[in-house]
């Protein structure tokens, strides 16, 4: 996995067809997602259960690219080393998932996975400055997480201080929640480079007939890169 702050579009299988999941992968990486975003929620720490690290294994020989695996657990310390043995590329805890998010990030290094911070809308920025050393990637919940398809909640300014924060260093800057052609320039332009994005993605398609997977992605990407003047 190298390094990149060019826009990536992660599609969310929060909003695939869950007795589907091996061709809904399939589907959204031919039709050109970069990322494939995996939400993992225990009806404790969010009000929603989805899946563990047993689907996560099942669905990574289906991901030919990077299985971004997003923990809305508590706690998280005694499952991380079960999503990396499941395949996840990158693990990312929740800030507010428990009183020892710094032990969490090692825990998650120490597998070998990439690190990743998530921080709830009603999350500052204080405590990131001690971690970054142990991060790749920091995520900005732009809804309040535990479900799909909720109205966006702009964190630009968050975003903006948190890119200033980062600086040069190689963390990712990702935005999850609300994510559609018409919030992906806002948050671009603050600094963010993985876009989440689940109902937006999966709306109007399938797996058999996955064409509208193609050009919800296109949609996402072509506003994100226009605001940032990107030519293609
Ligand atoms: C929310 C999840 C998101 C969500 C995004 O708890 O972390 O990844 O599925 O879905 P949309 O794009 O529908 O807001
Ligand atoms: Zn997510």
């Excluded at 294994?57 to 289906?62: G, K, S």
Aim: proline fraction near 6%.
């Amino acid at each position: 996995m190298s390094f990149s702050r060019s826009i990536k579009i992660a599609p969310s299988i929060l909003a695939a067809d869950f007795a589907n999941f091996g061709a809904e992968c399939r589907a959204i990486e031919d039709q050109g997602a970069d990322w494939v975003h995996v939400d993992v929620m225990d009806g404790h720490f969010v009000p929603n259960i989805t899946f563990g690290p047993a689907t996560c294994a099942a669905i990574r020989p289906h991901i030919r690219g990077v299985m971004d695996v997003h923990l809305m657990i508590a706690p998280v310390d005694p499952y991380v080393e079960g999503f990396a043995k499941a395949g996840a590329d990158i693990i990312t805890a929740h800030m507010e998932a428990g009183p020892h998010i710094h032990r969490t990030l090692q825990a998650i290094r120490v597998t070998g996975a990439k690190a990743g911070l998530a921080l709830n809308p009603g999350t500052g920025l204080d405590g990131v400055e001690n971690l970054l050393d142990l991060l790749d990637l920091v995520c900005v919940m732009t809804v309040n997480p535990g479900f799909g398809g909720q109205a966006f909640i702009d964190m630009s300014d968050k975003v903006h201080r948190l890119r200033a924060l980062i600086g040069d260093r190689p963390i990712h800057i990702e935005i999850d929640g609300g994510i559609t052609p018409d919030t992906a320039p806002i948050m671009a332009r603050a600094g963010a480079d993985v876009l989440v994005a689940g109902s937006a993605v999966f709306k109007g398609g399938s797996a058999a007939e996955p064409a509208a997977y193609g050009a919800n992605i296109r949609n996402i990407r072509a506003a994100a890169e226009a605001a940032l003047g990107v030519v293609v």
